[in-house]
């Protein structure tokens, strides 16, 4: 396997400088900043350096230099990731310490409220009080016009947008304060959200964890960064296996990373082959299994999916986390949880969370669905760009806070 750094001036750069050398089957394991070096480095902008691995085939690259000064071991690789990984778990601990109280969390919002609501209604004449009109001019009222207002434009669905509000409006006094208001509506949409859901151990023998989910939404990507994990950080004997035999590059991308990681690979063809992986790995703590993804409107693929899913019930333990984009319109993501729900439970992983402003599809699909929340993940580097989903912070979000 090749293994090298590449430095640009942007992550574009160093990835067409790989390109060039190694070809276009690259894999990027890792993405960093680093510092120029020289007295005038704090007049120029950091250089981007990336790690990529290809499997080595001369007859597939021959265009493959000489020069081994860059090259990397599987075991540098891994270290790489190591590396990557203490970085990520320093950089997650110092966002959570800057997280602050309920009202530093929602501080933006507050002054964006502040500045919408004058501090004394307009005047009114006695039979527009009589009548009602106050209560439309009310502070409460002005505050549920701009809630609504927030959520809708980070994509919650009118729906449930709604909810929320009715919900408020039945609980709430003319007199709240906005403090207690705006409190009130933040604690009950985390409960909407509920606790997310991690992958755990089985009982006794492996735990097999499917990964469904349509094309290009990064499952493999995000496989590989679960793996890290718990080969990196757990300690955790992991085997990664991928019946998505559609895509050469993705059964690829996926062994690069178990070669780097030193974990068992296999591509399944059939369920007699998942068999006898079972029976191969049943001394392993997971079994990470890729699938192949597909329109949730073809219906042979989905009775095959459904048949391959189904076919270890009863012998083993298993979850299944259903990976969606981010960036998905929330009607397209209702059709396809809608047709995975008619094979099997699971979880949500979203995906590309650095590729959209809006959050507001994670509560659409939570509320539509019902299931559990998991993973997001937010960039391509591996191990770093993924963690458990966080309901504060998003909520945060989904009223105007500041992420």
Same mark, same amino acid.
Do not use: C, H, W
């Given at each position: 396997?090749?293994?090298?750094?590449?430095?640009?001036?942007?992550?574009?750069?160093?990835?067409?400088?790989?390109?060039?050398? *190694?070809?276009?089957?690259?894999? +990027?394991?890792?993405? &960093?900043? +680093?510092?120029?070096?020289? *007295?005038?480095?704090?007049? &120029?902008?950091? *250089? +981007?350096?990336?790690?990529?691995? *290809?499997?080595?085939?001369?007859?597939?690259?021959?265009? +493959?230099?000489?020069d081994k000064s860059q090259k990397l071991s599987d075991k540098e690789a891994r270290e790489s990731l190591q590396e990557a990984f203490r970085e990520g778990q320093l950089e997650r601990k110092k966002r959570e310490e800057s997280e602050g109280n309920l009202k530093q969390r929602l501080d933006n919002l507050q002054t964006l409220i502040e500045q919408m609501t004058p501090e004394k209604p307009a005047e009114e004449s006695e039979e527009e009080t009589f009548y009602g009109e106050a209560k439309k001019n009310s502070k409460l009222e002005r505050f549920m016009k701009l809630l609504y207002n927030t959520m809708i434009e980070n994509e919650v669905n009118e729906k449930y947008a709604n909810q929320i509000l009715d919900d408020l409006d039945r609980h709430a006094k003319p007199d709240m304060p906005i403090d207690n208001l705006l409190s009130s509506v933040y604690q009950k949409t985390i409960l909407k959200f509920g606790e997310p859901g991690g992958i755990t151990p089985a009982a006794r023998g492996p735990k097999v964890v499917f990964f469904i989910g349509p094309t290009g939404v990064g499952k493999t990507t995000t496989i590989a960064k679960i793996a890290s994990q718990f080969t990196i950080e757990k300690k955790k004997k992991i085997a990664l296996l991928t019946a998505d035999t559609y895509r050469i590059a993705a059964a690829e991308q996926l062994k690069t990373y178990a070669n780097i990681l030193e974990v068992p690979f296999r591509i399944i063809y059939a369920e007699d082959e998942l068999q006898e992986a079972l029976r191969e790995f049943e001394q392993f703590d997971y079994i990470l299994i890729d699938t192949a993804g597909h329109s949730h409107r073809n219906a042979q693929q989905k009775e095959k999916m459904n048949s391959f899913i189904h076919s270890i019930d009863g012998k083993v333990e298993k979850e299944v986390y259903l990976v969606v984009s981010a960036t998905t319109k929330y009607s397209d993501l209702v059709g396809i949880a809608d047709t995975y729900s008619e094979m099997t439970d699971y979880r949500i992983i979203f995906t590309k969370l650095d590729e959209t402003t809006c959050l507001g599809n994670m509560l659409n699909l939570k509320l539509h669905t019902g299931a559990e929340l998991s993973y997001v993940t937010c960039g391509q580097n591996v191990p770093d760009d993924i963690e458990y989903f966080n309901p504060q912070k998003t909520v945060k979000i989904l009223l105007g806070g500041k992420k």
């Open positions: 396997m090749i293994i090298k750094k590449y430095v640009g001036k942007t992550e574009s750069d160093a990835v067409e400088q790989a390109q060039k050398e *190694l070809g276009n089957n690259i894999v +990027v394991m890792n993405t &960093k900043n +680093v510092k120029r070096n020289g *007295l005038m480095r704090f007049f &120029k902008p950091q *250089l +981007v350096e990336i790690t990529v691995g *290809l499997e080595e085939e001369q007859d597939k690259v021959p265009n +493959v230099q000489k």
